[in-house]
């Protein structure tokens, strides 16, 4: 039901506001509804809830159950949550892996997801020494001009790379046709792990390597960063190898078997 608060501001989407107030309805206590105690609930008349109801059973956010003549909700919910929930899954499982991977190599570390052409980042565990990122949780960056976009590009199909980008309009030389993005996302899936200098800042070393599922797509990627400066070249080799068992422990916590 709509306060009077919601009332006096004009910005609101009554409609919207009537649906979310009706999933909001459904409870633990209470999972199954008629339309009647629909109406009552949010004071409003049954032709009007009729419409709220039929727009999301439409939706397959509620189903209906012609026998009982109630409602109660669906998968169009779970759908709606979905990558909210993994992604929290995601970060849960990985954020005790990454802090053992920061403190083994004194780099920053950030995790990473995919959200159509960008990187969304969110987590960030910045070096103990020398951390001069500018990243933070929340920051979203080409995926094409970042280790860590580049790693969850290559899970990517050609037809979805090609579709995304085009669709941006990606075609500056600096950022290359979407079918150059593609061409480097199948050179870039052969490797277990990308390791670039000066990817998307400047002096800044970037290694960065992927976060699969149970079936071996991939969800998530890691990247670990420092000032090229202070980094020795015979350790980066190091780093990469604890940088892809620590990718590898929490897929399979997540349940990948890499040996397929």
Not at 251 to 260: E, H, I, V
């Amino acid at each position: 039901m709509r306060s009077p608060e919601q009332g006096k501001d004009r910005y609101l989407v009554p409609g919207l506001v009537r649906g979310l107030s009706t999933l909001k309805l459904f409870t633990p206590e209470t999972p199954n509804l008629s339309l009647s105690q629909i109406a009552a609930s949010l004071g409003i008349t049954r032709s009007a809830a009729f419409r709220t109801v039929y727009t999301l059973a439409a939706e397959g956010c509620l189903l209906h159950d012609e026998r009982t003549e109630t409602y109660a909700l669906g998968p169009g919910v779970m759908r709606l949550t979905y990558g909210y929930f993994a992604t929290r899954e995601v970060v849960e499982i990985s954020q005790p892996e990454l802090e053992k991977l920061r403190s083994l190599t004194g780099w920053s570390v950030h995790l990473g997801v995919l959200d159509g052409t960008s990187v969304l980042y969110v987590m960030r565990l910045a070096g103990p020494k020398h951390d001069s990122s500018i990243i933070h949780v929340g920051s979203r960056l080409p995926a094409r001009a970042t280790t860590l976009g580049r790693v969850l590009l290559s899970g990517l199909s050609e037809t979805e790379i090609l579709s995304r980008f085009r669709v941006e309009g990606v075609s500056t030389p600096k950022a290359g046709s979407a079918s150059t993005i593609a061409r480097q996302a199948r050179a870039d899936a052969a490797l277990p792990a990308i390791v670039h200098l000066g990817d998307f800042q400047a002096d800044i070393i970037s290694a960065a390597a992927p976060i699969r599922n149970m079936i071996g797509d991939i969800i998530a990627a890691v990247n670990l960063t420092a000032p090229n400066a202070v980094v020795e070249r015979e350790a980066v080799e190091d780093v990469r190898k604890q940088l892809i068992a620590t990718t590898m422990r929490i897929s399979t916590l997540l349940g990948w078997d890499a040996r397929g």
